[in-house]
């Protein structure tokens, strides 16, 4: 599969990370035209095709070497690497450098009415979350006891809807939890978008085409500062 000629990336089909992904390709010079019902666009002026995928794909399409580059939430690269080593699956891939966007953290918040004090507080409570590997590192590090509720999605709803006593979910502004009725505690993994490649063994001729790409995403990244 990763014995083709051509470059693969993956990238973010639709979401908080796609829009920026683009751009940073087609700042590196990259030119493609995205058509929104296929999966692979492939670009005019150099070896390189791109995988729009969703996000929780892409650190395993890297691990297994499906494809050669990824750009993904350090985040969702985390939580899979924690996962892929419980399960004894390919975990490795390099991380070749953190992007200036997908700026975000993830936190353990509880109900406004909830009198917090420190981690210990946490003690017991049932807590809903979409990162369970991020979270039970981050509880055990601190020897605390809990259980969890493993939602996709609408996490932030969890505790008013009955279903937990607090949630471990992606802050940005915060005007989520707000809306929610509910306030940040601790702050458990800090995260920006990177890009990664796959621990492959690359031709020659790929891995000048990776360095000269590496070298571009520096100049615009500084450019951008
Ligand atoms: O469909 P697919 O699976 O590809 O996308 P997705 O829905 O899983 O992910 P998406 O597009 O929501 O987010 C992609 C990545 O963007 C995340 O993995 C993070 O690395 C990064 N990112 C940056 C964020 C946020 N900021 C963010 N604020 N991802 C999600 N949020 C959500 C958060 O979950 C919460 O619902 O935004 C809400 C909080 O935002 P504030 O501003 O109200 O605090
Ligand atoms: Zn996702």
Known sequence: MSQSKRLRIAIQKSGRLSKESQQLLKSCGVKFNVNEQRLIAHADNMP???????????PGLVMDGVVDLGIIGENVLEEEQIERQTLNKPSACTKLRELDFGSCRLSLAVPNEFEYKDATSLEGLRIATSYPNLLRRF???????????????????APRAGLS??????????????????????????????????????T?????????IL????????ARE
């Open 165 to 202: 006593d607090g949630i471990c979910d992606l802050v940005s502004t915060g005007a989520t939890l707000e809306a929610n009725g509910l306030y940040e505690t601790e702050v458990i993994y800090r995260s920006m978008a990177c890009v990664i490649q796959s621990n492959e063994d690359q």
């Open 139 to 157: 509880m055990q590090e601190k020897g605390i006891n809990y259980s969890d509720c493993m939602l996709k999605g609408s996490v932030e709803v």
């Open 48 to 58: 390189i095709d791109l995988l729009r995928v969703r996000d929780d794909d892409i």
């Open 215 to 222: 070298s571009r995403m520096n100049g615009v990244i500084r």
């Open 204 to 212: 020659p001729e790929k891995q000048a085409l990776i360095d000269k």
